[in-house]
């Protein structure tokens, strides 16, 4: 297994304002993901953090928006960049430990709320 | 994009009861499909996962039924207990042959009471 964390856990911002999500994870792991999860809905897959290239993101999210860097396989940050009260979800960071096993690993999110 | 249709919504079973959430999905080509568990506070953490060549398997309480003709996997959970109560997600691969990127369903929030 893959033992996850993330920092900040919970956090108000600002409307304006960016924040910057870091995700850790206790091994290296080829693959990073970072969901979205609004209230009381399901998961979003915003993007796939690549170490060493720019990240790939999904349809209806942009880099400007949700900027992403990956050092290396251990470690991970997303931005979300002048945010708005829409922006208000849960982002959570997932890492896929063994390709072979198609089982995600994810960590216990963080819990942004937009003024 | 893949899309997965899950329902219900919400469930509420009493304790020993079965439980059961339906999930439909688009593309047979699709080859990996997984429930998640969702406590609150908590992140999505993998229950069980079924591939195509089977119809079923059961871990413990858990069982998934797959009906490929239908296009459907049902997730079954024997004698429900308190500590069952969470959201559970359906999921399937983006695309062909590839269970790194899922998309999931709309969630169903399961209550087992007493």
């Known amino acids: 297994s893959a033992v996850i964390s993330q920092k900040p856990s919970r956090d108000i911002c600002q409307r304006g304002t960016s924040l910057t999500i870091q995700c850790q994870v206790d091994?290296?792991?080829?693959?990073m993901f970072w969901y979205r999860q609004q209230p009381g809905q399901s998961l979003t897959l915003i993007a796939t953090?690549?170490?060493?290239?720019?990240?790939?993101?999904e349809s209806g999210f942009v880099i400007d928006k949700f900027p992403i860097s990956r050092p290396n396989l251990t470690f991970s940050t997303l931005t979300v960049s002048n945010m708005s009260p829409e922006d208000s979800s849960i982002y959570l960071c997932?890492?896929?430990?063994?390709?072979?096993?198609?089982?995600?690993?994810f960590g216990e999110g963080s819990r942004l709320t937009v003024l | 994009q893949q899309q997965v249709k899950q329902s219900p919504q919400s469930l509420i079973v009493q304790k020993g009861g079965i439980s059961i959430i339906n999930c439909a999905y688009e593309?047979?080509?699709?080859?990996?499909f997984p429930w998640y568990q969702q406590f609150p506070g908590k992140g999505p953490a993998l229950l069980i996962a079924?591939?195509?060549?089977?119809s079923e398997k059961k871990e413990g309480r858990f069982t998934i039924s797959f009906n490929k003709s239908a296009k459907q996997f049902s997730l079954h959970i024997m004698d429900s207990q308190p500590g069952d109560s969470a959201t559970y997600f359906c999921?399937?691969?983006?695309?062909?042959?590839?269970?790194?990127?899922?998309?999931f369903g709309t969630g169903t929030r399961l209550q087992v009471t007493l």
């Open positions: 997932s890492v896929l430990h063994h390709p072979n096993t198609g089982e995600l690993f």
């Open positions: 999921a399937a691969p983006c695309l062909p042959y590839d269970a790194s990127k899922l998309t």
């Open positions: 953090a690549n170490q060493g290239s720019e990240a790939t993101y």
């Open positions: 593309n047979t080509a699709f080859d990996y």
């Open positions: 079924i591939r195509p060549d089977v």
């Open positions: 091994s290296q792991v080829t693959m």
